[in-house]
């Protein structure tokens, strides 16, 4: 089995044009708000050239740390799980997730403002036009306060394979995996039967990680050990269990 592991970052020469592209963008942005401070909605329209700029520089710069190892990951412990004997492998905030929360909160209260400076200052329009859009970055804010859009964590108990990340439940019987194998920064853990995974929204469908049927990908990303090490405690605990021999129903 190929198990690619190669993946592309910006080399030095994009990197160079990232960065300018983003400082150039919001000091053009700086410079149409100053020209705009005596006119409020034209002075909150021209921030947007601010708000894309910055953006531009956050999103590089966690991409770009994101792809490098993570220092201080947080070991694996055994604990309970649901009424089971667990190891738990916690998953580690990701630069690049944080550099998502700081996009999502600029947007969400760039919308939010230009709703109120509309309402004010134009129309009673643009805080109907802006309403969803603020709603809609903010949201993952606040669900990740509440615990239900978070980075998750991974159990493996002596049945089965439990993978909770960014909304998403996901869970599989040890008897029921037929092979898995990293794959990027994930692990892919394949079934004998697509149906024997089952699955569960922690967040509203809107904001919730993306549910494909029959597929169980877990993130591996910030998880000690990385997608070889789970890959490979997958398979074994899969062996394992599909190897025990069987009762029979009329006694040991």
Known sequence: MVQLREFQTPGPVLTVVGLITGVGVTGIGIGLVARNYDDPFAAVWSSLFVLGGLICLISYVGLILGKRPQPGLRPPRDTTFENEQARYLPRSANPAAV????????????????????????????????????????GFLVLRVAGRFRSGSVW???????DEHLGLRREIELTNVK??????????????????????????????ARLVPGEMLIQANGLKGGPEGLAAEVRERAVAAQSEPKRRWWGP
């Open 99 to 138: 550099a998502g929360n700081i996009v999502y909160a600029l947007l969400g209260g760039w919308f939010l403002f230009m709703g109120v400076v509309g309402a004010v200052e134009d129309s009673w329009l643009w805080p109907v036009l802006a309403a969803f859009p603020a709603a809609y970055f903010l």
């Open 156 to 162: 493996l108990t002596e049945t089965r394979i439990v």
């Open 179 to 208: 092979t898995a194998y990293d794959l990027f920064d994930a692990v892919r853990v394949e079934p004998e039967d697509p149906s024997s995974i089952r699955y569960k929204r922690l967040a509203p469908r809107l904001w919730c």
